[in-house]
């Protein structure tokens, strides 16, 4: 299903409705909704173990799925949390899609609760089945996207009957949390309303399951699957008269489902019929067909269906359809009694009429006659049963033998093979359930009859009480009461005047259609039990469900009480709380006790009332004690006292002297010293001296009260007295010398002496000290401390000092201070020392003006320099060049290196170092050298040495030359001179740059080796040597090309006329002639045989002649050859090029030589032959 599906859903008419229904509850909720049946829930989408102060998860979310082919499921989403993100399913879709999505894309869910109907390993939602083949097949990619959708630890709940229930359920849990990656708990028995064996227990689990489980007590329903039944096996008569097929006959079909059995009862036989056959069974299971013989036009039989557990005999809630059929297309009536709805065909010849007084659907009439192929449609009426044990059918018959019955499975509207209604019309019955309530007596009680009924077609509204019709203001009377109707369409219970009991009285719920269907209010009227007052540590039994004894079945409740103490308990089964109080009981209260009674249909009812437990007051006694003067004292001041009753708290003092903040604190009695009382009691007396005074054997008292508490807000009062008796006095310390700080070599006096006195005036006292430094003595009488410290006192302290005072009569004291003598700091001064640059290196000793402060001698040292103690003895760089080496004597040493080079001549610059010296005692400071430098003259430098060049006959050059140079005297102006220059360049003084055009034969005198020379001015000169290397450019020769005409006077030229010394652009100009003629000097100005005939002869200076002779006289009249023969060029200095003379001779026509002729005959003799026989033409 798309996601614009499920929003299509969402906003359907149930939808809406139930919103609206939500909607209200959550404006009208109060904290008194007095329905027992409709008792809080506890669930919620999804709860953190941690939740906040509202109760509600703060980071987790849940999302609960419904499936709306669960019977009255708008009452079911009712129950749940009006917060909680409830998702509706269509039931005429398929489900699992409709899930998928509507978590596609979404992430983040910790939980996700599905409400559907099923069965063991399988799972309905809408038109899907999910089991273990459609999960691995046609639901895979749907079970993923629930998976991802989830958190990584999430949770699904599946809420349906017994989904995990044997092994292939457990199988079909573990594979769907494989599928999924999530932790899944499931059902293995019913789940839903105790009312039919139901319970909302998820009993397996895979994984570990943080969400909580959802709860819906006040639903009337079951989420187990419609049955199909199944009748194939041979019925058993169980009881009833004679062989059966009478009235009374009660047959037992075994194993109709899983673990079912069906009892079906004949109840009644109308006058005239006849029972041929129970059930025929024409070969499909799911048929129940009678066979039936009736002489009456309006014969029936009726039959009643109980459906049983297998072995048992126990009623079973199932739910299913019953199709009745007709076989035989003859009118007659078929009575269906209890249905929640029923389908018919839109153009069937049923007429149906719905006897709402009676709970039963009648359907007359029938369609064609036809076979059970399932082609056409034989079905009349189809009736849908939900969570019902018991069903009534009434088969009708007339005139006839007739074939008529049910068949129990569903219809699919869809799929030929299955019961097929042709635009099926289906009709929702309302079907009222019972309700259950309480109210204390003379207090009335506002409920909703309609909360837990099938809706039929909506809205229901209440139309009768008792048989009586009501309407919005009227009252009507029942036993124990009266019952009005308001303008909500809630029903106003008032019980009489103190009347307590249990009040039993019927309804009618009519929907917009007209039907309607009764049921059973049960109102259970109580009398509060009164509050309790008690103590802790007391034995309690309290029967408080005394105030359920007035109700009908007062014997047959089950009881539970929530809001008891620890300590107590509630027997189930006689409601009576026993158990002893704790000692602390009373702190938790007082406590909201609610006892609860559930009979066997799971109806409850409850009464509250208050225990309130008071604490017992402590008894706290007073305490004495006796000792003698300066002598310590202790004890427990709780030993005499304690706790009151049968409290057996745990005392604590909580005061001493009427304050809670001196309990463990030192307090003064009222007569002198400190008495200090812990928590525990115990306590420490500390005389001081308070007590001092007393003479030897006279005696004092001295108290202070203190308050024991039992934690529980009891409290008492007693006095703890202390009686000193005196004792002779020993001196004491009554001004403690300070503490005193010298330095090393102080000379020094110390009152010790000052710091006793005796309280026993005619003592005389004496002293000693110990502890002393070197140097230092005291008085014996007067406890003076004179004399002067070393210069090293400071590394043998502090010295702690104890000074001993006695009186001479067995009676001394010690008096201890501590002498601290630090050591005096040195003093470093700045040092300074002057450098001429590059000069001999500086030395010194940086410790000459330093010294130790004050008295102190200590011997000083170069500790660290530079800030690190590594760098003693080491070279360190300055602070603006040089490195500094500084020794822990003190010497030092100056290298400048090359760091002030830059400096003109006079110019000076400082650079520095920090050192630090000690005096080995700790006494450090630091102190500066500096050094300042003075420049003299540098002379310049070649930085960049000039490279080598490379140049050509006839070049123009600009060498920058004096680039090579540097000179650190920034303000030296240097001038340059060139030794070694070529003809043709020059340099100029100023900028060193050379610059000129070379001769044309430059490189026939090179290479040249040319020396700059840089001068400051100062004196101070450097020279810089390259190479300039000048090559003679290559000459040119250029083919030649020449015409002749076949032996016509001897062509000339000159071969040299188009050759050029280094080509058109070049800069050399060297005089070229011929030096080879066919690759031979020799053959220069020698006639020479061309390749292809004539002779030719070149001349040095390029001139030539072309002399053919006889060679070319074959050449026809116009037809050319070409002859031809290579020449060599030189420019004189080296360079040389070849090129070729190629000359084309065109022919002319030669006259034909013509030979004489002679031949011999005799007389009279003919002669013949051919003249031409030795003539010739070239």
């Known amino acids: 299903m798309t996601a614009e599906a499920v929003a299509a859903q969402s906003q359907s008419p149930a939808t809406k409705a139930l919103q609206a229904s939500q909607a ?127 958190t990584e630890d999430g949770d699904i709940l599946l809420y349906a009957c017994d989904f995990s229930s044997g092994q292939l359920g457990l199988e079909a849990a573990t594979q769907l949390a494989n599928l999924t990656g999530a932790d899944v708990a499931s059902s293995s028995d019913d789940t839903g309303s105790l009312r039919y064996n139901g319970d909302w227990d998820l009993e397996n689990q895979t994984g570990e399951i943080e969400a909580s489980v959802l709860s819906a007590t006040a639903w009337d329903g079951r989420l187990a699957d419609t049955v199909e039944l199944d009748f194939s096996a041979t019925p058993t008569l169980v009881s009833g008269p004679g062989t059966g097929l009478q009235e009374g006959a009660v047959y037992l079909y075994s194993d109709v489902a899983d673990n079912l059995d069906v009892r079906v009862t004949i109840d009644e036989i109308s006058a005239g019929v006849t029972i041929d056959s129970l059930d025929i069974n024409t070969g499909i299971a799911e048929a129940f067909f009678s066979q039936l013989t009736s002489t009456s036009a309006d014969g029936y039989v009726q039959y009643t269906f109980d459906f049983i557990e297998a072995d048992t005999g126990d009623a079973s809630n199932i739910s299913f359809v019953a199709n009745a059929i007709d076989l035989d297309n003859v009118t007659e009536s078929t009575v269906l009694y209890g249905a929640s709805n029923y389908t018919t065909e839109s153009n069937t010849f049923v007429d149906i009429v719905v006897d709402s007084d009676n709970s039963s659907i009648v359907a007359t009439g029938g369609g064609t006659t036809v076979g059970l192929d399932r082609a056409d449609t034989l079905y009349i009426v189809s009736a849908v049963y939900e969570n019902t044990s018991s069903f009534t059918y009434r088969a009708g018959v007339s005139n006839n033998v007739r074939q008529v019955g049910l068949l129990f499975e569903d219809f699919d509207t869809a799929e030929l093979g299955d019961i097929n209604y042709i635009d099926g019309e289906t009709t929702q019955l309302p079907v009222a359930r019972g309700d259950f309530t309480t109210t204390l007596a003379n207090n009335d009680v506002v409920f909703d009859p309609r909360t837990n009924d099938a ?52 309804y009618k719920v009519t929907d917009a259609n007209g039907n309607s269907s009764s049921s059973e209010v049960t109102v259970a009227v109580i009398t509060p039990y009164v509050d309790q007052v008690s103590s802790d540590g007391d034995v309690i039994s309290i029967s408080a469900v005394t105030t359920f004894s007035d109700l009908d079945n007062y014997d047959d409740l089950t009881y ?24 602390d009981d009373s702190q938790g209260g007082p406590y909201t006790i609610t006892v609860t009674g559930v009979d066997n249909d799971g109806n409850q009812i409850s009464d509250t009332f208050e225990l309130t437990v008071n604490n017992i007051v402590p008894e706290a006694s007073n305490d004495t004690a006796a000792l003698a003067e ?30 809670a903040d001196n309990v463990g604190a030192a307090v003064a009695g009222d007569n002198g010293g400190l008495i200090t009382i812990a928590s525990d009691g115990s306590y420490t007396f500390v005389q001081g001296t308070d007590f001092d005074d007393l003479a030897d054997g006279e005696s004092r008292v001295t108290a202070v009260d203190y308050q024991v508490s039992d934690g529980q807000g009891g409290l008492d009062t007693a006095t703890l007295s202390i009686t000193v008796t005196g004792v002779n006095d020993a001196p004491v310390v009554a001004t403690p010398t300070d503490d005193i700080v010298a330095v090393d070599g102080e000379t020094l006096t110390i009152a010790a002496g000052d710091a006793f006195s005796d309280v026993d005036v005619t003592d005389v006292l004496s002293y000693t000290a110990a502890g002393l430094p070197a140097g230092l003595a005291i008085n014996a009488t007067t406890g003076e401390i004179t004399g002067t410290l070393s210069a090293d006192a400071s590394q043998n302290g502090p010295f702690a000092i104890t000074v001993t005072a006695t009186d001479g009569n067995g009676g001394t004291i010690d008096d201890t201070f501590t002498l601290t003598v630090s050591n005096v700091v040195p003093v470093a001064v700045d040092d300074a ?142 001038s340059y001179t060139a030794a070694g220059l070529p003809a043709g360049l020059a340099i100029n003084a100023t900028t060193g740059e050379i610059t000129g055009t070379l001769s044309v034969d430059a490189s026939q005198n090179g290479p040249f080796a040319i020396t700059v020379t840089a001068t400051d001015g100062k004196g101070g000169t450097i020279d810089d040597t390259f190479t300039l290397t000048v090559s003679n450019v290559v000459p040119v020769a250029v083919d030649d090309a020449a015409t002749a005409v076949e032996n016509v006077t001897p062509t000339t030229g000159n071969v040299l006329t188009n050759d050029s010394d280094g080509g058109i652009d070049s800069t050399d100009s060297d005089v070229l002639v011929v030096s080879q003629v066919d690759a031979d000097d020799a053959n220069v100005g020698q006639a020479v045989a061309g390749t292809n005939g004539g002779l030719i002869t070149i001349a040095s200076d390029g001139s030539y002649t072309f002399a053919q002779g006889t060679d070319f006289d074959d050449l026809a009249d116009g037809e050319t050859r070409v002859t031809a023969v290579d020449y060599q060029i030189s420019d004189g200095q080296g360079g040389l090029d070849t090129a070729t003379l190629g000359i084309t001779v065109t022919g002319v026509n030669d006259a034909p030589v013509a030979v004489q002729d002679t031949n011999a005959t005799t007389e009279n003799t003919a002669v013949s032959g051919d003249v031409l026989l030795n003539d010739s033409d070239v």
């Open 455 to 506: 809706q039929g077609s909506a809205p229901l509204t209440v139309s009768e009480v008792n048989g009586v019709s009501i309407s919005v203001g009227d009252n009507v009377d029942v036993t124990g009461g009266s019952v009005a109707l308001n303008v909500d369409g809630e029903l106003v219970f008032t019980p009489d005047a103190d009347y307590t009991g249990t009040v039993d009285f019927s």
């Open 560 to 583: 539970s009480a929530t809001g008891l103490t620890d300590s107590l308990s509630i027997n189930p089964a006689t409601g009576i709380i026993t158990g002893t109080l704790s000692a």
């Open 630 to 659: 300066n002598a310590a004292g202790s004890g427990n001041v709780l030993t005499n006292d304690n706790d009151g009753g049968a409290d057996t708290d745990t005392l604590t003092v909580s005061q001493v002297d009427a304050d």
């Open 24 to 150: 209200a509850r959550q404006q009208d909720e109060t904290a008194d909704d007095q329905q027992a049946s409709a008792s809080d829930a506890s669930n919620t989408s999804d709860t953190d173990t941690n939740p906040d102060s509202s109760g509600k998860a703060s980071d987790s979310r849940g999302v609960i799925f419904v499936d709306s082919n669960v019977t009255n499921y708008e009452s079911l989403v009712e129950e749940l949390d009006s917060d909680a993100e409830v998702v509706i399913l269509d039931g005429e879709s398929d489900g699992i899609e409709q899930i998928a999505s509507y978590l596609k894309d979404q992430q983040g869910i910790s939980s996700v609760h599905i409400l559907s109907h099923g069965e063991e390993g399988e799972l309905s939602l809408g038109t899907a089945t999910l089991d273990q083949a459609s999960m691995a097949g046609e639901y895979s990619d749907e079970l993923a996207t629930i998976g991802n959708a989830l």
């Open 833 to 974: 020392a002057t450098a001429v640059e590059n000069v001999t290196p500086t030395t010194g000793n940086v410790l000459t003006n330093d010294s130790d402060g004050g008295a102190d001698t200590d011997t000083l040292i170069v500790s660290q320099v530079d800030a690190d103690a590594d760098n003693v003895g080491e070279a360190v760089a300055g602070d603006n060049g040089g490195l500094i080496t500084i020794a822990s004597d003190g010497s030092y040493t100056f290298a400048q290196g090359t760091d002030f080079d830059d400096l003109a001549d006079g110019e000076s610059r400082v650079t520095a170092i920090d050192y630090q010296i000690s005096d080995g005692q700790g006494g450090l400071d630091t102190a500066t050298l500096s050094i300042t430098v003075t420049g003299v003259n540098d002379a310049p430098v070649v930085a960049t040495p000039t490279d080598d060049i490379t140049a050509i006959d006839g070049e123009t050059l600009t060498i920058a030359a004096g680039d090579a140079f540097s000179d650190v005297d920034v303000t030296d102006v240097l």
